[in-house]
């Protein structure tokens, strides 16, 4: 999938949050995902809403209302709903979504994924991904990975998902805690093509500290 630096995609995007700790990765794609995708539907797991709440002080609601209001003007363009609910039309795969971020991702979710146990929206999403073979990127955070982590991201990656893990690079000259998010922010925008205006590449001056 070629980088574009396109507007408003007429495209639409699933982005799930989960009980990982890192819940300011997935504020921040959230809302680059509202800037650039038509619609984009969330669902925040019932562990991931006590994640953001102690992390960012947001209380997400049953249906992520809570976090979807943080976006401001952009928040019309994103849909909430309850984890549990199976009804929701990216559960099919005849529903025409792009693809799937699931920013964080904790050990958990990777592990029901892995093991094609759709339990849960979540979980059946993903699935929905993998076997329409559309974009599905994960994103996890936990550390150290035992060995049945390891070997559940490789079943996952061997099945066709995108293991994005937070690990931001330094040799942008990172100041700030937002300065590190972000580059996760953009390696996950560009795979799913979008190449985000204000991204920094490695040889490229720094401009950070300016």
Known sequence: MAPTRSGVRDEELVVAITGASGSLYG?????EAAARFRRVHLVVSQRGAQVV??????T?????????KELGPLAERVVGYDQQDMTAPFASGSA????????????????????????????RAADVMLKERRRLVLVPRETPLSTIHLRNLLALAEAGAVILPAMPPFYHRPE???DLVEMITHRIL?????EPEKAY?????NTTAE
């Open 190 to 194: 560009r795979q799913f093509g979008i």
């Open 27 to 31: 504020l921040s794609f959230l809302e």
């Open 60 to 68: 997400c609601g049953q249906c992520a209302e809570g976090l979807i």
């Open 96 to 123: 025409p979504v792009a693809g799937m971020a699931i920013v964080p991702c904790s050990m958990g979710t990777a592990g029901r994924i892995a093991a094609g146990v759709s339990d849960d929206l979540i979980a």
């Open 176 to 178: 700030t805690i937002e």
């Open 53 to 58: 709440q102690h992390e960012l002080g947001i």
């Open 201 to 205: 590449h490695w040889g490229e001056e």
